[in-house]
T-cell receptor, first 111, second 112 residues
Framework: DVKVTQSSRYLVKRTGEKVFLECVQD?????MFWYRQDPGLGLRLIYF???????EKGDIPEGYSVSREKKERFSLILESASTNQTSMYLC??????????FGEGSRLTVL | GENVEQHPSTLSVQEGDSAVIKCTYS??????FPWYKQELGKRPQLIID?????GEKKDQRIAVTLNKTAKHFSLHITETQPEDSAVYFC???????????FGKGTRLHILP
């Protein structure tokens, strides 16, 4: 079974803080994704990566950056958290069969 | 870029009846169309997918149809059961070559 692990299930941060959300996968998949999930807005793509040190912007990259120094790890960074970044963040990898495997999600609250 | 529209946003059907969720996409180069189910408090999971070289695919009570000309695809669930209650997302992409873009989701309620 593919395992996608997100480091934090729940986080509470203050406005202006730097936030790191980490995602680790154990299947040697090349493609990794960060989505944001908000009620009524579905799953919106923030950033994705095809390989180590490669990254591509998704539909809503503003206010976020990413890092992929190792194939198994894909980190989402909020340089200066704002209240409108309060959300559920989902990491996913793209398996060889085409299936996206999601992590359990990280629920971030920015006060 | 790709844009995926999904309707309806909420759907209530009587147990045992059928449910249909429809999606349209904008990028004619998209050729892979998966459907994900997300139960309350859980992560999305793939339930069925279709590639553009076929028009229909079926897996037990679930079927997906694709109309490439009209750029729309649909999920059909027959003989609905309580465990079908969930949020369903359609998505579109170029197979293994691009990002996967999701619709906004449909919350399906199965009424007893």
């Amino acid at each position: 079974d593919v395992k996608v692990t997100q480091s934090s299930r729940y986080l509470v941060k203050r406005t202006g803080e730097k936030v790191f959300l980490e995602c680790v996968q154990d299947m040697d998949h090349e493609n990794m994704f960060w989505y944001r999930q908000d009620p009524g807005l579905g799953l919106r793509l923030i950033y994705f990566s095809y390989d180590v040190k490669m990254k591509e912007k998704g539909d809503i990259p503003e206010g976020y950056s990413v890092s992929r120094e190792k194939k198994e790890r894909f980190s989402l960074i909020l340089e200066s958290a704002s209240t409108n970044q309060t959300s559920m963040y989902l990491c996913a990898t793209w398996g060889n069969t085409g299936e996206l495997f999601f992590g359990e999600g990280s629920r971030l609250t920015v006060l | 870029g790709e844009n995926v529209e999904q309707h309806p946003s909420t759907l209530s059907v009587q147990e045992g009846d059928s449910a249909v969720i429809k999606c349209t996409y904008s990028d004619s180069a998209s050729n892979y169309f998966p459907w994900y189910k997300q139960e309350l408090g859980k992560r999305p999971q793939l339930i069925i997918d279709i590639r553009s070289n076929v028009g229909e695919k079926k897996d037990q009570r679930i079927a997906v149809t694709l109309n490439k000309t009209a750029k729309h695809f649909s999920l059909h669930i027959t003989e609905t059961q309580p465990e079908d209650s969930a949020v369903y997302f359609c998505a579109a992409s170029r197979w293994r070559d691009d990002k996967i873009i999701f619709g906004k989701g449909t919350r399906l309620h199965i009424l007893p």
